[in-house]
């Protein structure tokens, strides 16, 4: 079998704001009813991160779980542990109505990291990330520049970003020029 | 710009966020029914200056469809609910009649 290779190939833009690529990521997507017990702690088991309100991201280490929509769920785990993770998915819901998928090679996780990184990823998602409604935790579906991407922050100031793996390129040259334009000031 | 409160995400989606989808609570004609009425649900659509309802999807989002009660002429967003409903909700059509007193909209008023 060939060897999995992430989509940048950890590719790095240096600068104030470093924006760089994640690597590969194990990232599995599971819809169903997510008010069901059975399948929060389902996700708790595999990631060890608690279960996420509307619009969170919940993270333990490097595992997560993002709030995609009212019916999915966004689990990220070690490439290596991905099969397994789903494995015991299966285990926990079997025969209920659900759906976990694979979708690790199909993504891309790109991180942008530095002191003004809200400011570059402002410049790109037509989203309030103002200090005051959007902090750690928060997550948000939307658009960065023309393509679609999902983007949450890990910390104060490094964002992670996910966008679809045919669309890693445009995705990461564009949050470089965003970063390599500067500080606005703006927040 | 039109920014819409998404009922599912919580979230204020700007436009660029959302897909338009057309007029809102339409009763679908099918198998059965007459050619007249074939032809009004397939090509009939109200376009008023004022009060409108629409239906919207949060495409780069969450991916699902809610309806938006808003003006055509101030862009004025009267509110944004469920598409599971066949019409809307007392609040919204409250607020509607604060702000455009004797409005109606099909069989709404």
Sequence with gaps: MSNAVSALQGAVAPGEVTVREGGLQGMITLRGDLSHAKLKSACKAVTGAAFPAVGQATMNGDNALAWMSPDEILILVPHTDTAAAIA???????????????????????????????????????????????QPGDFRRTRLGQVAAAFWMKDDDTFAVICFRSVADYTFKSLAAAAKGGAVGHF | ????????????????????????????????????????????????????????RHIYGCGKFFHAARCTATLQVFGTYSAQTLEPPQAIKDTITAARPGWSWGDFS
């Design chain 2, 1 to 56: 710009m039109l920014t819409l409160n998404c009922p599912y995400c919580g979230v204020n989606a700007d436009e660029t966020d959302l897909h338009g989808e057309g007029e809102a609570h339409l009763k679908r004609h099918g198998p059965g029914s007459s050619d007249d009425e074939f032809h009004d649900y397939l090509f009939q659509r109200q376009n008023p200056k004022g009060v409108h309802f629409e239906r919207w």
């Design chain 1, 88 to 134: 015991k998915i299966d285990k926990a819901l079997k025969g209920q109505h659900y759906l976990a998928e694979n979708l690790s090679d199909a993504r891309a996780l790109i991180f942008v990291e530095g002191t003004y990184s809200r400011e570059v990823m402002a410049k790109l998602a037509p989203v309030d990330l103002h200090p005051s409604t959007f």
